[in-house]
């Protein structure tokens, strides 16, 4: 029964595409400002409906870091509507052409932006994920299947019966954004197979739920990995701004991806910055996990095992490595890392351009922190993920990561000899 109802919505989200891939841009801006107004109007019952899922995932003994995800305050909510001002500020990169080309039989060539169809989208915890999944690739002029997970459901279906509600308002199919509404893991299951409707997975959670659909997908996956990011102190780094840099990618948001979950020390400035930082984690409960070296400095913190190097904590625990060279910090990043953001502070220009040409990640940051790896931060309105791919998508995923290309050949009898 749930097989068949995924199949269902997925059907009629792709009957959905067919019209929505030609429809004008200004209809959908119409939409997503009608969608903005419904949230602003609706903010007591969206807040109500998460106090539902935040009081439910508490006595289940969900995770703090999962908790914060989990909520919705004003600021969030805000946060929501502003992206989705942005949004409709954006120019849909739907039928750019990317280049134009005459061939010598008198051929025109053009590669042409398009949306990539059907995307469907599981994600765990985030409700604010459901707004900004459906509006990008609406923006986009793609449909969207969404699979929230368990513990945000009621806020989840509110979000989706505003949007649906607009999307009907404006004139077009309320099924161009499909909900399953429905907790049952097998959904997540179907939802990765139906691959007669759906044109991509993004899948974003836990390990568990990323290797599930990476495994099982019947369809291309752009992967949101976990975020195993980290810092590295440079010799020739400015103590101050360093001491700043790690304090905000630990502690700002501990429970995102983009927070720093391993320090990397040199060992000629080890004995200067760790005990300075050592003073900044005690006040701010964080648990710090060190190599031998580390343990030398910092005498009374645990000792961390070769498990803290590949732990994605989201919480306040730190793994800290003291380390002899930036190749060793580069080699260490590139062994444990999960490609998704990777920080050096370093005053010295060469090695600032060699961690970044050496890093293998998708984003890398130079004297800044890697908290900054978001969508809406770069501009880009809202993000469905930070993906950790290598083909079609890498780093943040906004509209232009939600279209593919086609080539447009016109000619005037042209026939091949």
Not at 46 to 63: G, H, S, T
Not at 201 to 212: A, N, V
Not at 360 to 376: K, Q
Request: aromatic share 6%; net charge negative.
């Amino acid at each position: 029964m749930l097989k068949e109802r995924v199949n269902d919505i997925c059907r009629s989200a792709k009957d959905a595409f067919l019209e929505l891939a030609n429809i004008d841009e200004s209809k959908i801006n119409a939409t997503l400002t009608t969608l903005k107004e419904y949230i602003e109007s609706s903010r007591e019952s969206i807040k109500r409906a998460n106090l539902i899922d935040f009081n439910n995932a508490r006595e289940n003994n969900l995770k703090s870091a999962l908790l914060d995800r989990l909520l919705l305050n004003d600021k969030r909510i805000d946060g929501m509507i502003e992206s989705i001002e942005v949004l409709v500020s954006l120019k849909s990169p739907v039928g750019e052409v990317i280049e134009g080309y005459r061939l010598e039989n008198g051929l025109n060539i053009e590669k042409t932006r398009v949306p990539i169809g059907v995307i469907g989208i599981i994600y765990e915890s985030r409700p604010n994920v459901t707004i900004d999944a459906a509006t990008l690739c609406l923006k986009s002029s793609n449909c969207s299947v969404l699979r929230g997970g368990k513990e945000a459901f009621n806020t989840n279906k509110i979000l989706v019966s505003m949007i649906k509600k607009a999307l009907k308002e404006n004139g077009l199919d309320e099924n161009c954004v499909g909900f399953i509404d429905d907790t049952d893991r097998k959904g997540v299951a179907y939802l990765s197979s139906a691959d007669r409707y759906i044109d991509a997975i993004i899948p974003r959670g836990g390990e568990g739920l990323i290797k599930f659909v990476s495994d099982n997908a019947t369809v291309p996956v752009i992967k949101h990995d976990k975020g195993l990011c980290h810092t590295y102190i440079d010799c020739d780094a400015d103590i101050k701004k360093a001491l700043d840099i790690a304090y905000n990618a630990k502690v700002q948001r501990p429970g995102v991806c983009n927070a720093m979950e391993t320090l990397l020390v040199h060992k000629d400035v080890a004995n200067q910055f760790l005990p300075k930082f050592y003073e900044l984690m005690k006040d701010a409960s964080v648990e710090l996990r060190g190599c031998e070296k580390t343990c030398e400095i910092l005498q009374d913190i645990e000792k961390a095992t070769e498990e803290d190097w590949e732990t994605e904590y989201l919480d306040l625990i730190l793994s800290v490595k003291v380390v002899d060279s930036i190749d060793e910090a580069i080699s260490h990043i590139n062994l444990y890392g999960s490609s998704h953001s990777e920080a050096i502070v370093t005053e010295n220009y060469q090695n600032a351009e060699d961690f970044l040409n050496r890093v293998d990640a998708s984003c890398v940051y130079v004297n800044a922190s890697t908290r900054f790896t978001d969508g809406g931060v770069f501009g880009m309105g809202a993000e469905i993920g930070i993906s950790t791919n290598k083909l079609h998508a890498r780093g943040p995923v906004g509209l232009k990561e939600l279209t593919i290309y086609k080539y447009k050949i016109r000619g005037n009898g042209q026939i091949r000899e």
